[in-house]
């Protein structure tokens, strides 16, 4: 049996969880309605108490939602980090913080970090089975955009390819990401230093623009992307060279490279990730990490707060189906009146049951279907405004843990709508008729 | 199908243990028609409540063959459903659905093959009393006089032998009123059905065959009243 | 039933903090070819992964190719973010250079067993072999904590 469930393909568990948790109150309803026709009066209970019932709904919808929204938004979040780092195999960066290197190269987070030199660079950029290794220049920007250093090969990767115009084949020639606001054949003049520490009129070489990246879905596409050699040479780094460079990219001179805070590596296969990892892992000469493994990591921690945020979201619902519960039990109250003239005209309790359960079920359905809309535009709010923020794109898509979320919140407040449903039927007769 | 009654030592006490009704004996034929008068708090409407099984009492009531007291709550209520009919002072109907609706509920409850009889039955007793059946209106717009004759063809929609009424004209004017007394008399005398009802309306108490008064918990006399008409 | 040899850190700690011959149980020797460290975690799953670090001292290329476990399905595995989640894809064949290491560790290459039918506790032990271009390496693999993200003995040089 657990090996059958083992052998299903994940779709199939996750559909098989919804169909168990859809099917409980489906059996409720077919058990309770068995034989009668309550439908008319149903509807007319509903109307009956229409404001009250449409503020019960929109209790649960928001309760729902905001449950929905959360977990949906949290995945999003995940997906869309994960997404912006996955151009980014491995990084050798001098050892330090691979957290602080990787908020550095994969989300352009400035920091100061100490550099690879060139040597080092030059063998891991010959190692046979390094097919990239792109040197990043950071520290420059035009506007709000940073200007940053690599070489023509590292561009096309980033951008699969797909890159209107051409790359740089000067070394005054940039590719924009795709939402600066430069068009292709634009001139501009980087500033020194980034955002309220740049300083304007330090550099006096300007670059022009020959490409625009599509849109990656990550910080880059607000970054300017410039050969490694321009930002050598504005800040006069590159020993020797003269004013003009004529050839640009790699392989660059290892006795004149300055230094690289990161190498961006991309194997030709995928085992030599890893073994390029061992080979470049080395006490206090270099460290090579996966960007997804860091990511990995930071979810890990971020995981318990996940399972924080899971169990609160259950219990919300949990003390959302309790009140719930209870406001119903209040609610029935006001038909008293009408359960016992169903009791005096001859009505069996199941039927009174039926009655007051599919009332109370009608509610909760429609509270935990409009929850599942509501958590949609939450958790599509959620990520417009952190998409805008961050530059990561972030897609929160209401997936199954929400569908489930939301099955077992119905699952669980209907079956214990039947508490509320008998003790309205035990109240005496007279009492309710007079009442 | 009529059923006679028969009472013996029917005793209802208050939840603090006064007697609230004290019936030694009561025989009642098939198919006659009885009212029941008495001061206010005498009795009268817990005697009725008694008689249809909606409260615990000691004693016996037989209404044919079926001792009623001594089934539980569900056995009453199919007994209800099968063989009695309520009417209540302020008619009780359910004020969102219409006419044929309210008369007919009983057929939402009823096993599948008898609904569409009770339906029959709920839209003849409404036209016989001069309602539309087809009027899906909500009972709530109709008067009182209609309402009142709604809650009657809902008694008698079952197929029912026994009607029981509790104050039924009281929340009436006096045209309305008479109108419910003709067509509730009427009705009752064509199926041959039992009606015991309680009522201060002399109009109505003075068509019946037979009067009980009530004081203080206890049926006065057993006088009989011969029906005026 | 497992066949793999469990055997109690009771008895082992001791040897371990002593003895020389403690540490040959962690390390494993072939043609220069060491394998280090091999280490698991405690569980109660179906399915672990092992981690151990290889160093190639010999004059050629050694190729990882896979590992045995009696009983027990090992796959080599390499670690991978996919769609934010983690998983881990099966790897042919690593090939660890003359003077090199390769580090089998969390989030990069492991070795995954999968069938355990026993829990794992912290403290015991367990044999499998490491399969090479050079022949198989019998490698001891002890049982950390579940949530150790490296071998108790890391940092060691042997």
Redesign the interface.
Known sequence: MIDLWLALPAWAQDLAILLALTIVPAIMALLVLR????G??I???L??FGWTNAAFVALIAVSVGLGVGLIAQE?GL??????A??KFDLIVAAPGSEMTMMLASVFLQPSNVALIDGPTYAEIATHPQVRIAAPLAFGDSWEDAPVVGTTGEFARHLSDDRIEGRTWQAWDEAVAGAFVPLAVGDRFLPAHGLGDAAEEGVHADEATIVGRMAPTGTPWDRAILVPVEFVWVTHGLYGGMPPEPSEIGPPFDPERFPGTPAVIVRADE??A???L???F?REAETMAF?P??V???L?RVMGDVRQAMSIMALVTQGLVAASVLLGLVILMRLFR??VA?????????R?VLAVIWSYGAALIAAGAVMGLGVGWVAAELLSRIVTARTDILVVARLGWPELHLVAGFLCAATVLLIVPAFTVLRQ???KG?RA | MTLPLAVRDLRVASAGGRALLDVPALDLPAGALVGVRGPSGAGKTTLL?AL?G??EADGTVRWGETELLALG??GR??????S?G?V?QDF?L????GAL?NAS?????A??VA?QAIRDRAADGLRGLGIDPDDARPVSSHSGGERQRIAVA?ALA?GAGLLLADEPTASLHRDAADRLVDDLIRLVRETGATLIAVSHDETLIARMDRVLTIADGRIEGGATHEAAA | MRLATIVLAAALAPLAATAEDGHDDHLAELDGLRAVHAWTRATDATETLIFVEIQNEGEVAVTLEGAHADGLDATLV?????????VY?P??????APG????LE????AIRLTGLSTPLAEGEEMEMELVTSLGEIEIHVEVEAADAIAHSHAGHNH
Do not use: K
């Open positions: 034989g009668y026709a309550p008319a009066l509807r007319a209970v109307r009956r995945r995940r997906q869309g980090t994960a997404q780092a996955d995928l085992w990730n890893y073994a990892r061992s080979e892992t996966f997804g493994a990511l990995a990591g979810y009146r009408q003239l169903l009791r005096a005209l001859g009505a069996p309790g039927f005496p007769v007279v008729l | 409540h249809a909606l409260l709550a569900e209520a199919a007994f209800r459903a099968r009695l309520l209540f009780l359910f004020e969102e659905l609706e509920v009983a057929a939402m409850f096993a599948p609904r809902r079952g | 390499g670690f991978r973010l996919q769609d934010g989640s983690p894809e790897v042919d064949a690593v090939p660890v090199r290491e390769l580090h969390p989030d990069g290459l």
